[in-house]
């Protein structure tokens, strides 16, 4: 008889149709506030936490509906936004600094259920709330301090090796211009530094008689910039956890943009004060030989270079930087004992080797903190109006701002732990503090966009999407049985299906669901009945030529099948270019329409055959209700 | 219930020369006004920030520019936005806040909006709604901030080069599968068939100065998957039709192949359009124009299916020995 379905195939649905359902049931559980408890700067939590948490909460008859501890978290439910916001601001001051203390919504699933990876879809951020900024590190500065460490190193080598340069001096390209007094001594000046510094290679081409033209290898420069940014992704984590936000991402794009997503975040202007504030600090010898004569006459003799502090004085300084933020383990304000703000700041080995040798050998002089920041401007002329380029483009400039802090006198020889004086205010020390403990960023960022969407759209959002799916789910339905009788039942039990495999799909992988990957959804219900138009016309044509219900059945499905096939795959390519190209939301578009186009080839060919075999099959038939 | 009791015997391929002279026009418009209006980017590829408002009541636009201008932001663009307690400010990237940099803007206008209000938002970390301090007590925000995006100019010009090869590589990689599976006159046929669509597309966007956002772009590249769909649809039949109809001669395989499909065409594009009309309706406001090209893009891939793709493989002289080696092919690969 034909159309009985075989044994496998039945397997096959009931497995794929259970896993199914299981994992898209999280997302039917809804979410309760609460909060989030990590240990800052990645720190872990201690074993007792738990307990002190649960005493503090019952101590002041603080209501919670579950308490739980996993590696790195601890989880409080609670019933309501009010008991949320009056326990975080309690657990906060209870708990004090070595905690970071985040407001979330958590996942009501059983455990068990997310112990095995079934959770809820994850929203992205227009569909929660919250912010997207993309990053763009400054490559250029990141090389060029490299190259201006190496301009050192060898000014340094070749006085060692005796041999007498006029200059040398780091070029704006990135290349770096020795040039030797005696022209006899280019060979070896070469031959030295070929053998003591790898990094470095020689361009010979360019090089004339007595200057050498030196520049950095480029697979030292990939390196930098590999190091540049993976140092920038780490101090941008360590900033983004003072700011207490559950669940937050920081990811590297490409090869110099660094993505930063806040969910849950109101207020973006603290957020950008803290992360896009591209400083770096570094510490430099002031020049005290020649800083008296250089003011006067407005010049910097060669190694050094004049810099202003904040209030427009001015200073000169070694271009040597002794060390930079990089180097600095801790730091904390406090008031010294005559009240004045200070910044304690711990250093690591390295540092502490190099602060002491140089503290030692400089007691009486001054050391200058500087503060370096970069700003993206747009180029104006002499009115004030912006200056265009060819497309109509304002031009943009990027400046490098660098400020003295504070130069206080070496009193002794300092080592790991010393402190800063002399530092405006409480607040201004504070927020130091916090850059240099968070992390310096190797490179300056720049923020370059944002995308911010406040909690009560992103709610709207999931409403009006959520309608959509629904509302664009019942027409077709309803057109679809009007249409198709028995067989338009088939056609929106494989479409309701589909719906679930979607939702499981997104879940099990865990990709963002954001606003366009919602409308991927709406536009696959429409498109996902297409298969089973295409095989119900055909099982209508087979009968028109005749054929028997059962055969009829049998070849439209059969014939049916290279064609969606060929339909879908083209489709697929689409989608999978989309993906390649696309960014945030884009992407969610892509991923919901190519998982879309997947589960529909499953439910309309092979769920949907195994229903109409189920209603048809293993009979004899007289007519198809089609 | 059927659309037609049998298969219909339309003579699609007689009246490809009317065909050609619609298509032809809608191109030229569309053409015409790329060249003349140009499209009206959204800050995805300008640049630039735009702020979208809340306001307790009804709000007056000309208020908040008015506001908005007293207060240093000259550039600033207003206009309702869905409900007339919103609305959408719009700045250049060539805006500049007080110190220079583009990305504090978007503050800088809740700042000011907030003034004759009386309140100032307080860094809070309330999942639900933004709070601020207005006389010494701390409430909800009466105007609250929606959403906000910055886009620099530098990822503006990449996403707009980006755009464009996308669409080049989507449909490189189609020709490039239908010349395989089939022939290199159907794919030569499918892509003039989604060129067509994607230019009608965009050119409407132009022609009715919509925003073209990177929404729209995502829509155009769903549509080409779409319209490509359906000629396959149509592609594969006419393939299977040589194999069948001996006797016949190609334009009356290809008019055969085409009313075939025809129910199923109708029909996909129907429940296809049902969708897309509750997202224009539903959807909200922010997948506005997303749902617009998808509108129609379906209705221009739906007729060019038919009236485009078919013509341009005839025109380009397929003949029934052209299918005789890909048939075989075809077979063999067939899954």
């Avoid at chain 1, 990939?222 to 540049?228: G, H, K």
């Avoid at chain 2, 594009?269 to 124009?289: F, K």
Wanted: charged share 20%.
């Amino acid at each position: 008889m034909l159309n009985q379905t075989e044994w496998w195939r039945y397997l096959i649905v009931t497995v794929v149709v259970a896993v199914g359902i299981f994992y898209a049931v999280p997302n039917l559980f809804g979410s309760d506030p609460g909060i989030q408890i990590r240990g800052a700067r990645g720190l872990s939590l201690d074993s007792n936490l738990l307990g002190r948490v649960e005493a503090i909460l019952s101590n002041n008859e603080i209501a919670f509906k579950s308490l739980s501890q996993d590696e790195n978290n601890i989880k409080i439910h609670f019933d309501e936004t009010a008991t949320q916001l009056k326990s975080k601001k309690l657990l906060e001051s209870e708990l004090g600094n070595s905690y970071s203390l985040a407001l979330t919504l958590l996942p009501n699933a059983p455990d068990w259920m997310s112990d095995i990876g079934a959770l809820p879809m994850y929203l992205g951020l227009d569909l929660r709330g919250g912010v997207h900024f993309l990053l763009q590190v400054d490559m250029d500065s990141a090389i060029q301090r490299q190259v201006q460490n190496a301009v050192d190193g060898i000014r340094s080598t070749l006085r060692e090796e005796r041999i007498r340069y006029r200059r040398i001096v780091a070029n704006e390209d990135g290349t770096i211009l020795a040039d030797i007094r005696n022209p006899e001594q280019r060979k070896e000046a070469s031959d030295i530094l070929e053998r003591d510094f790898l990094e470095l290679q020689i361009d010979n081409a360019a090089s004339n008689e007595a200057a050498l033209v030196i520049s950095l290898r480029p697979e030292r420069i990939d390196e930098i910039r590999e190091a540049a940014l993976e140092q920038n992704r780490v101090a941008l984590r360590n900033r983004v956890d003072q700011l207490g936000v559950a669940e937050p991402i920081v990811q590297q794009q490409g090869a110099d943009r660094i993505i930063v997503q806040l969910p849950g975040v109101q207020d973006t202007a603290r957020a950008k004060e803290i992360l896009g504030r591209a400083a770096t600090l570094e510490m430099r010898m002031v020049d005290e030989e020649n800083n008296a004569a250089a003011l006067e006459a407005s010049q910097s003799p060669p190694g050094s270079r004049l810099y202003r502090f904040r209030d427009g004085r001015r200073i000169l300084l070694e271009k040597r930087v002794i060390y930079s933020g990089d180097n600095i383990i801790d730091a904390a304000a406090s008031l010294d004992h005559n009240g004045g703000p200070i910044v304690s700041i711990t250093l690591d080995s390295t540092a502490a080797t190099i602060n002491s040798r140089i503290t030692g050998e400089n007691i009486g002089n001054r050391m200058a903190v500087v503060y370096q920041e970069i700003v993206s401007r747009i180029r104006t002329d002499d009115d004030g109006s912006p200056i265009l380029n060819d497309q109509g483009l304002p031009e943009r400039m990027t400046e490098r701002v660098e400020e003295v802090l504070t130069a206080p006198v070496i009193r002794a020889q300092l080592g790991k732990r010393y402190q800063i004086e002399g530092i405006g205010s409480i607040n201004e020390a504070r927020d130091l503090a916090l850059m240099l403990r968070a992390g310096a960023l190797a490179a300056p960022v720049e923020i370059i966009e944002e995308r911010t969407v406040g909690p009560s759209l992103g709610q709207a959002n999931i409403d009006q999407g959520v309608l959509s799916v629904i509302a664009g789910l019942i027409l077709v339905m309803v057109f679809m049985i009007v249409y198709y009788r028995i067989f338009g039942v088939v056609a929106l039990t494989a479409l309701s299906l589909n719906l679930v495999l979607i939702v499981s799909v997104l879940s099990l992988l865990q990709a963002t669901l954001t606003l366009p990957g919602v409308a991927g959804i709406v536009l696959t219900v429409g498109m996902a009945v297409d298969a089973n138009v295409l095989i119900f016309e055909r099982i209508r044509e087979e009968i028109r030529n005749g054929n028997t219900p059962q055969a009829s059945i049998h070849l439209g499905y059969d014939r049916a099948l290279s064609t969606i096939v060929d339909a879908n795959i083209t489709t697929l390519i689409a989608a999978l270019v989309l993906f390649n190209f696309g960014t945030g939301p884009i992407k969610g578009f892509a991923v919901t329409l190519s998982i879309g186009i997947l589960t529909s080839m499953f439910t309309a060919i092979l769920f949907s055959r195994v229903i109409v075999n189920g209603i048809y099959g293993g009979k004899i038939v007289k007519r198809l209700s089609i | 219930m059927q659309l037609f009791r049998k298969i219909t015997a339309f003579d699609f391929l007689g009246w490809r020369k009317t065909a050609m002279i619609i298509s032809g026009f809608l191109i030229v418009v569309s053409i015409a006004s790329l060249v003349f209006r140009g499209l009206n980017f959204g800050i995805d590829f300008t640049g630039g920030t735009l702020v979208e408002v809340g306001y307790p009541d009804a709000v007056e636009v000309e208020e908040a520019r008015d506001l908005l201008i007293g207060n240093g932001l000259e550039d600033a663009v207003v206009q309702h936005f869905g409900t007339p307690q919103d609305i959408l400010v719009r700045l250049p990237s060539i805006a500049l806040s007080e110190d220079g940099g583009a990305v504090k803007l978007s503050s800088r206008v809740m700042e000011v909006l907030r003034q004759p209000y009386d309140e100032t938002l307080i860094d809070t970390s309330s999942l639900s709604t933004q709070q601020c301090v207005s006389g010494g007590t701390v409430s909800d925000c009466r105007i609250q901030m929606r959403r906000v995006e910055f886009v620099g100019p530098q990822i503006g010009d990449e996403l707009a080069n980006q755009g464009g090869l996308a669409v080049l590589y989507a449909l490189l990689g189609i020709l490039i599968y239908v010349t395989f599976r089939f022939e290199w006159r159907f794919a030569v046929g499918s892509i003039v068939a989604l060129i067509h669509d994607v230019v009608i597309t965009v050119g409407m966007f132009a022609l009715l100065q919509l925003e073209f956002s990177l929404p729209v772009l995502a829509a155009v590249l769903a549509v080409i998957g779409y319209s490509l769909n359906d000629t396959i649809v149509v592609c594969d039949r006419i393939r299977e039709n040589f194999r069948k109809m001996r006797k016949s001669d190609v334009i009356e395989i290809m008019n055969r192949a085409i009313n075939q499909t025809l129910p199923r065409t109708l029909l996909t594009s129907l429940t296809t359009l049902l969708v897309i009309i509750t997202l224009l309706t539903l959807g909200g406001e922010v997948i506005r124009g997303f749902s617009f090209a998808l509108l129609i893009g379906v209705l221009i891939g739906t007729y060019s299916s038919i009236f485009v793709a078919s013509p341009t493989i005839l025109v380009l002289g397929i003949k029934r020995e052209d299918m005789l080696p890909v048939q075989k092919e075809g077979k063999s690969a067939e899954p």
